[in-house]
């Protein structure tokens, strides 16, 4: 398969910084205003719905009070895109709904339909019936007045929701309908979305020759248009393809690609599925060492995902705080030059005035205040409640039933040889399960001291490491010093990965590991090794990343008289 590179288009960030100039107080919105909130990219807005939300509805009141029935209704629409992207989904839906009515009221029926299409997609999680009614009623609206562009999507979409429902001749009639309309159209930017959902489709029944036509098209048309994270999805599914076909190494050089590809834009959450896709073959053609080798990448850049959706999430936080701020000072600015233009025969009156103002600016500035942050440590908390939920509960529920799977696999094994190989994959599990539970309490903690961290470091040395090696640990001055959560996960991956070194690698006889006032040591008296090589090994890389992340200065010496990882402040 020719697999040549797709081309990133560019972003637009300084639309946000733009939109954001533009954004007046709230007595203040001109119609120009409203258009350039209302009409920013759909990348932009998905990006950054906790900063946009809180502005779409307060357009949307303003315009009804101006009487701007359109600029209400596009307001209420993004106000539901928005909500949706928070996750708040019965906001969505109301908002949803007030859109439809204000575009009804204008005679603007396509818009009509292209909503209930999206709120019938965005509810087929939750809500089927009703996420099928909103279809059908989308779809009728388009058809009776012969919509074609609207059509497009919700006939897409529509099969998606018969697909769902295991409808499959239904789900094929409608991306069919879908990918004619848009070949009759020439839209080269959404039909590789038919072919992708039509060899989707064939691929669920089984017809791998009619799965394959279909994503090659999409292939072949995602090249054209330089669609790279189009791109990506397409050879992720067909890696999907020759795994059910039973080409299990065709399957591992396309995910082998995707890795590579991934990795130079920084696609973290493609980068973690297609991990797992390869530890599902492997553990499907019975190497269960690279399975678990490659499910533990998955898990390091799903990782690396989720810090930045974090990152993304607290930044988000900041901004609007900071736009809330500007705001306020914009409305004190106006009350100045109000008062300079004043008679003078009021001027005794406008003081007393200034003066109550000024009171109760203050204290309204001092009581939202207080309001934003404890919402932004709810939110941050909330946060990393969520993710340590997530893990233990999917993740962790996994690697336990896969351990008992290979246990009782081993207790009913009438060979010693297979009974062995049982039980090792089983230990292979309950580290990993162990390892599991260190991440979740460590995401759990606000804060942590470094002496509980090295108390966990030494506890994994002490699970790791062999009979015949012997541990050193030594912790000073390190009681009072708080770390946050993240940065103490960084320290614990840079202590596992090192004993893990020394262990595998460095035939050693004592590993040391010691903490001052917060910089870590781990040394062994291993055999060394050359600290220049051209290529370093990932998890020395994965070492130098982490390290840089926390902001810690990273020293490696290594010689004939063993390794040296110093991490220092």
């Not at 072919?195 to 090249?223: C, E, I, P, V, W």
């Not at 999805?233 to 890696?239: F, K």
């Not at 039933?401 to 994959?425: C, P």
Request: aromatic letters at 10%; charged letters at 25%; a positive charge.
């Amino acid at each position: 398969m020719n697999r040549a590179l797709g081309i990133h288009r560019p972003t637009v960030p300084w639309m946000i910084g733009l939109a954001f100039m533009l954004m007046p107080s709230a007595w203040a919105w001109t119609r120009s205003q409203m258009d350039s909130l209302n009409h920013l990219p759909f990348e932009t807005r998905i990006k950054n719905p906790a900063r946009l939300l809180p502005l779409y509805i307060e357009l949307a009141a303003e315009a009804h009070k101006l009487g701007v029935q359109k600029a209400e209704a596009e307001a209420y629409e993004n106000a539901g895109l928005t909500s949706y992207y928070l996750g708040k989904y019965d906001q969505a839906l109301t908002f949803g709904r007030k859109a439809i009515e204000g575009f009804m009221q204008l005679g603007e029926t396509a818009r009509v339909a292209r909503l209930h299409g999206e709120i019938g997609y965005r509810l087929k999680e939750f809500n089927m019936k009703l996420a099928s009614a909103h279809m059908r009623r989308g779809i009728a609206q388009a058809e009776q007045n012969r919509q074609i562009e609207p059509l497009m999507g919700l006939y897409d979409n529509y099969g998606v929701l018969k697909e769902m429902q295991k409808e499959y001749d239904s789900a094929f009639y409608y991306y069919h309908k879908g990918l004619m309309l848009k070949l009759a159209q020439k839209d080269t930017a959404g039909l590789p979305y038919s072919y992708t959902n039509l060899g989707g489709l064939m691929l669920l029944q089984k017809k791998y020759h009619a799965a394959k036509s279909y994503f090659d098209q999409a292939l072949t048309l995602r090249k054209t248009i330089g669609d790279s994270l189009g791109l990506c999805e397409t050879y992720l599914v067909y890696s999907d393809l020759e795994a059910e076909m039973g080409k299990h190494q065709e399957a591992i050089e396309t995910l082998d690609f995707v890795i590579a590809f991934c990795k130079t834009r920084m696609l973290y959450k493609q980068l973690s599925d297609a991990y797992r896709k390869k530890a599902t073959l492997y553990a499907s053609m019975g190497s269960f060492e690279l399975a678990l080798n490659h499910e533990r990448k998955s898990r390091t850049f799903l990782d690396s995902a989720t810090n930045i959706i974090t990152r993304n999430r607290f930044a988000d936080l900041q901004i609007q705080y900071e736009t809330t701020e500007k705001e306020k000072q914009l409305i004190s600015e106006r009350l100045e030059n109000s008062r300079f233009k004043a008679s003078l025969w009021i001027v005794g009156f406008s003081a007393v005035v200034a003066i109550l103002l000024a009171v109760l600016f203050y204290m309204r500035h001092k009581a939202e205040k207080r309001k934003l942050e404890l919402q932004r440590l709810n939110d941050l908390e909330y946060e990393r409640m969520r993710i340590a939920r997530d893990l233990h509960d999917n993740i962790g529920a996994e690697l336990s039933f896969i351990t008992s799977k290979l246990d009782i696999t081993a207790a009913k094994s009438s060979s010693a040889r297979e009974q062995q190989e049982y039980k090792s994959m089983a230990d292979m599990g309950r580290e990993a399960s162990a390892l599991l539970r260190e991440t979740i309490w460590t995401i759990r903690q606000p804060e942590l001291e470094t002496e509980a961290l090295f108390e966990k470091m030494v506890s994994y040395a002490d699970r790791r490491l062999p009979a015949h090696i012997e541990l050193i640990k030594e912790c000073k001055g390190s009681k009072q010093i708080t770390l946050s959560s993240a940065d103490a996960l960084h320290l614990y991956r840079i202590a596992q990965e090192c004993i893990n070194n020394s262990v595998k690698y460095a035939d050693c006889s004592r590993i040391e590991i010691k903490m001052n006032n917060g910089s870590l040591q781990i040394c062994d008296n291993g055999k060394g090794f050359n600290v220049n090589q051209e290529r370093p090994g990932y998890g020395l890389e994965n070492i130098r990343h982490r390290a840089q992340e926390i902001g810690l200065d990273l020293v490696i010496k290594s010689d004939d008289n063993g390794t040296c990882i110093e991490l220092c402040r």
